[in-house]
């Protein structure tokens, strides 16, 4: 069994920047692809960013690509978002989820509990 905690998120001014992150314990961490998600209020959750097992994204929204940028450190069981440039639409829960060799995203393994970001105009 594997916990995702995510921590980071706040409000923060249009243009600015905020940095999530994603702790992982109880499992073995490198075995899993992490993905972060997005869910706006009245919206259907959406995926935002994909990391594979070793690093390197494999997928971006278009609505993030040049602003966002996932990383993870395996020996520290953590992934992250690093969010610039930010835009009153980007305001929602983010969640971070976990998928077994990165065998699926329409159902992770895993879920963490959501970080809410805030982005005022």
């Known amino acids: 069994q594997v916990q995702l905690v995510e921590s980071g998120g706040g409000l923060v001014q249009a243009g600015g920047s905020l940095r999530l992150s994603c702790a992982a314990s109880?499992?073995?961490?490198?075995?899993?692809?992490v993905g972060w998600f997005r869910q706006a209020p009245g919206k259907e959750r959406e995926i935002v960013v994909v990391?594979?097992?070793?690093?390197?994204?494999?997928y971006y929204a278009d609505s993030v690509k040049d602003r966002f940028t996932i990383s993870r450190d395996n020996a520290k069981n953590t992934a992250y978002l690093q969010m610039n440039s930010l835009k009153p639409e980007d305001t929602a829960v983010y969640y971070c989820?976990?998928?077994?060799?990165?065998?699926?995203?329409?159902?992770?393994?895993?879920w963490g509990q959501g970080t809410q970001v805030t982005v005022s105009s």
């Open positions: 989820a976990a998928s077994l060799w990165g065998r699926s995203w329409t159902s992770p393994d895993y």
């Open positions: 990391i594979r097992r070793t690093g390197g994204a494999t």
């Open positions: 109880g499992g073995t961490f490198s075995s899993y692809a």
